[in-house]
């Protein structure tokens, strides 16, 4: 009882402390905290959800055509309900080393915490250095998709310029991220993220459904065990877009209030993701095979341009998601993350977007690059590596018997969370990076035969003079 008399009294005092950051009674104030300044379970939710679905939702059918409408389903519904668990996880790991470093008195108002960190006290330096360079390569990668998305996209509008030079001009606007303080000033953004791939995902569905099947319309999939697990793994990525589930934690005023808020997030993009690719792919089959992003494929109205409109405004939120932790981490490197400054935070996180710059321009593989980095990243990332600390941090019974939060009773308990640990550990090490790292390699590898690095306009179709 007296432990948690201690950890309620230092994290109420935490709360208090953020909640009186700017003072309410002045209108400049009301105003910032009511579109800039987020920390509610709300805010919380709204960037759980519009983080996860982003450019993605636009390669889902792709993924359908590789594995056939069923097992595309399937597996939506199963790395769905995976990344929710494993998210979770996160959490409990997170909120159990805040407390424990509350309890030690450490302030952590000007400093947010980050997964290595939270490997690093827990577990060591071993696993914060594993940590680390996942997560952090992860994330760049991640910021590199959203480049290429935002070049495959806008090719749809305007196609004078080619995706590589429409790459050079998205990076330049990208770059202004940087001046984005935290994932506390995410609020407005992550809204309006959330309405815009809402509209996309049923502009999808109905468009697809209004539009009819193709004539000759094939459903062959799957024919080729290298192209299934391809999908797989773009399934795997789509649903593992919590890599930065501990700042977007760290953001809110009561974060051991997170633990459902992954998972109700989750449930929301099923509805989007699902009707969706179902419906591009019934319509378009096959043809998806050759045509990794969706809007591609239909015609162009009003209503798309809309679509692809949104989505690049989005895919310029989702890079400021996913360039952020790293920007965080470049700062404690240069010893500036506690600088109040924010124009010479913003200087020294310049550097961080030029290497995501070259790698989008080097590789442009709109759709395979996405499966790569699932089987070979992600899958460490958000799924094996949180499993693994989960068990390694509560495998004495004084941590357990001590422990922050324990186990729901209806998974039976410590048993039920680490046979749930060991499943996901095992089938994510087999099938996702073994199998599936072994099929996106090969699909990549055959892109950049195809294709070439440095190539100018990937899946363009032939320019009309």
């Not at 200087?347 to 030029?354: C, G, N, Q, T």
Request: hydrophobic share 50%.
């Amino acid at each position: 009882m007296a432990s948690e008399k201690v950890e309620t009294v230092v994290a109420g005092n935490y709360v208090e402390m953020e909640r009186e950051e700017g003072d309410p009674k002045m209108g400049k104030s009301k105003l910032s905290r009511l579109l800039w300044h987020g920390g509610s379970v709300y805010d919380a939710w709204f960037s759980c959800a519009s983080n996860q679905v982003a450019q993605v939702l636009l390669t889902l059918p792709y993924s359908f055509s590789q594995l056939g409408m069923l097992s595309g389903i399937l597996f939506q519904l199963f790395y769905g309900l995976m990344g929710s668990w494993t998210a979770y996880l996160i959490s409990v790991l997170y909120v159990e080393y805040r407390t424990r470093k509350e309890r030690e008195k450490v302030d952590f108002r000007n400093h947010v915490i980050q997964w290595f960190e939270v490997l690093d006290g827990l577990l060591g330096k071993h696993w914060r250095n594993a940590g680390l360079f996942f997560n952090c390569t992860f994330l760049m990668f991640g910021s590199v998709i959203q480049l290429i998305a935002c070049a495959s996209n806008i090719y749809y509008i305007n196609d004078n310029l080619d995706k590589r030079t429409w790459t050079y001009i998205f990076g330049a606007c990208c770059a202004t991220t940087v001046f984005i303080p935290s994932f506390h000033n995410y609020r407005i953004w992550s809204f309006l993220g959330l309405i815009m791939t809402t509209y996309t995902a049923w502009y999808l569905t109905i468009a697809s459904l209004i539009h009819g099947q193709v004539e000759g319309v094939k459903h062959s999939g799957p024919t080729k065990i290298v192209l299934y697990f391809t999908g797989a793994t773009n399934i795997l990525y789509t649903f593992g877009g919590h890599a930065v589930t501990v700042e977007i934690m760290h953001a809110m005023w009561k974060p051991q209030k997170f633990k459902m808020i992954y998972l109700i997030a989750t449930l929301y993009v099923l509805t989007l993701t699902l009707p969706s690719a179902s419906a591009v792919y019934w319509a378009f089959g096959d043809m998806l095979l050759t045509h990794s992003n969706a809007l591609s494929l239909l015609p162009r109205t009003g209503y798309r341009d809309t679509a692809v409109v949104l989505m690049l405004i989005h895919q310029f939120i989702t890079f400021g998601f996913a360039c952020t932790p790293l920007y965080f981490v470049w700062e404690k490197f240069l010893r500036m993350h506690e600088t109040k400054s924010m124009l010479k935070r913003a200087l020294a996180r310049l550097p961080v977007v030029i290497p995501i710059w070259f790698l989008a321009i080097i590789f442009p593989f709109f759709g395979p690059i996405n499966s790569t980095v699932g089987s070979l990243l992600v899958s460490f990332t958000v799924y094996i590596i949180p499993a693994l600390a989960h068990m390694v941090t509560f495998a004495s019974a004084s941590a357990r018997e001590n422990a922050v939060e324990r186990p729901p009773s209806c998974l039976g308990g410590w048993a039920g969370l680490y046979t749930m640990n060991i499943f996901v550990v095992v089938w994510v090490l087999i099938v996702g990076f073994g199998f599936g790292g072994w099929a996106s390699m090969l699909n990549f590898i055959r892109q950049v035969d195809t294709f070439g690095l440095f190539t100018k306009c990937y899946q363009c179709p032939p320019h009309k003079a």
